[in-house]
């Protein structure tokens, strides 16, 4: 076993603010310093690149495609607006890029064993495909309300070979994986990584995600490039921990365009109704690092609620909110119904089932017109299959599901 170092040497805090840090128990302060260290050293191996490229275009299917969305464009007052489609890479979204960065990070530094944790299921997924193809042990925990609305994506991870674990604790959602996930791994560090799966969590977890995700951002810039022949007015993503939104945004951090980010606003503007942290949240700490959380006047933390898993936990991760905070990146809110809205919208008009957190993002593109902007970049996060159920009730009841 390798000797960690006695400090990180990553930055571990972002922007004026100072979010992100490293807080987490003593038991995890080794495998953490350890993580970092495997990190940078498969960071400066060229062997590891060559490796994780020829995943993701063999296994991942990347590139994945930038399409123009025309009718989308016109009916929402756009000139021009390119989807980039994570919907369309291996598993359905954006999540198997950092699954399958960090499991290749976790054969090399000799672990047999994943643990991860799931809201939507789709990182669920993505790692359960990953562990097969690189053969190791991998364990989900998902919390009970998410196995309930994402019921396909549950039987996808027990069929790609995941021992799913409920957690029926709190409200059964993200937040309550995490919790779950974090413990196992305290417990089992000396054989297993824990793939988390937004850019959240202690130090280093938030820069490995957002590593692993800026594929998205670099090929999008090359592709919008190629194809608009200028850079887009404004690029959107939705955002529940932020990876895919950062994925797609940090490639594009020095150009003169609007950065934007959308959360969940639920069913209402009272604490508890959404998981909008921007104008909602206040600084605190969750799940090891420090950040826009959403709590109530005593500190703890709040229920949130959307029509989303994906986008239903109660903190920004640290480098998109302090990104927000230092007004890099506009946060904007999309409610259940404006989404739900949205996502019948780029179906209609586009052949495109969209997966109801990337809805949240569709449902900004209106706003943006309404503002002068023309052309836009938006981030397809992922695929809509995992929400037929929400998506058939809501046509029932004529609104939000
Ligand atoms: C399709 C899709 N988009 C977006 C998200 C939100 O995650 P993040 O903010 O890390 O991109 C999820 C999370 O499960 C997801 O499944």
């Known amino acids: 076993m390798t000797v960690p170092p006695a400090e990180f040497v990553l930055p571990t805090r972002f922007g004026r603010a100072a979010f992100g840090g490293c807080y987490a128990p003593e038991t995890l302060m080794t495998p953490l310093l350890e993580l970092e260290a495997a990190f940078r050293a498969a960071q400066a191996d060229p062997d590891f690149g060559v490796a994780l490229a020829r995943e993701l275009r063999e296994f991942a299917g990347r590139a994945t495609p930038l399409t123009p969305a025309p009718q989308l464009a016109r009916a929402t007052g756009l000139q021009a607006l390119y989807l980039k489609r994570e919907d369309l890479a291996h598993t359905g979204a954006h999540k198997i890029n950092n699954a399958l960065g960090q499991a290749l990070l976790a054969r090399r530094m000799g672990k047999t064993e994943i643990i991860a944790e799931t809201g939507a299921g789709q990182h669920g997924v993505a790692t359960a495909a990953a562990c097969a193809r690189l053969g190791l042990v991998c364990t989900v925990y998902m919390g009970a309300t998410d196995m309930a609305r994402q019921a396909p994506n549950v039987a996808r991870m027990k069929l790609l070979g995941a021992n799913v674990i409920p957690v029926t604790a709190g409200q059964g959602?993200?937040?309550?994986?995490?919790?779950?996930?974090?413990?196992?791994w305290a417990a089992r560090c000396d054989r297993a990584h824990y793939i988390l799966g937004s850019a959240l969590g202690p130090h280093p977890f938030p820069t490995i995600v957002r590593s692993f995700q800026r594929v998205i951002g670099d090929e999008a810039r090359r592709q919008v490039l190629a194809a608009h022949g200028t850079l887009p007015e404004a690029i959107v993503a939705c955002a529940g921990g932020g990876s895919n939104a950062l994925g797609l945004l940090v490639p594009f951090a020095e150009?003169?365009?609007?950065?934007?980010?959308?959360?969940?606003?639920?069913?209402?503007?009272?604490?508890?109704?959404?998981?909008?942290?921007?104008?909602?949240?206040?600084?605190?700490?969750?799940?090891?690092?420090?950040?826009?959380?959403?709590?109530?006047?005593h500190g703890y933390t709040a229920g949130t609620a959307s029509i989303s898993a994906g986008l239903d936990y109660p903190a920004l991760g640290p480098e998109l909110a302090a990104l927000a905070v230092d007004g890099r990146v506009e946060v904007w809110r999309a409610s259940d119904e404006e989404a739900f809205a949205a996502a019948q919208q780029l179906c209609a008009l586009e052949g495109i089932l969209p997966a109801l957190e990337s809805s949240h993002a569709l449902a900004a593109l209106p706003r943006l017109a309404r503002e002068g902007?023309?052309?836009?970049?938006?981030?397809?996060?992922?695929?809509?299959?995992?929400d037929i159920a929400s998506y058939e009730r809501a046509l029932k009841s004529g609104g939000a599901a």
Not at 266 to 284: C, F, I, K, W
């Open 373 to 386: 902007v023309r052309v836009v970049l938006l981030g397809l996060s992922g695929r809509g299959d995992k």
């Open 173 to 184: 959602t993200l937040r309550a994986a995490v919790n779950e996930a974090m413990r196992a």
């Open 255 to 297: 150009d003169n365009l609007r950065r934007m980010a959308v959360e969940a606003g639920g069913h209402g503007r009272e604490l508890g109704e959404h998981a909008a942290r921007l104008d909602g949240g206040r600084t605190g700490v969750l799940h090891g690092c420090k950040t826009l959380l959403l709590q109530d006047s």
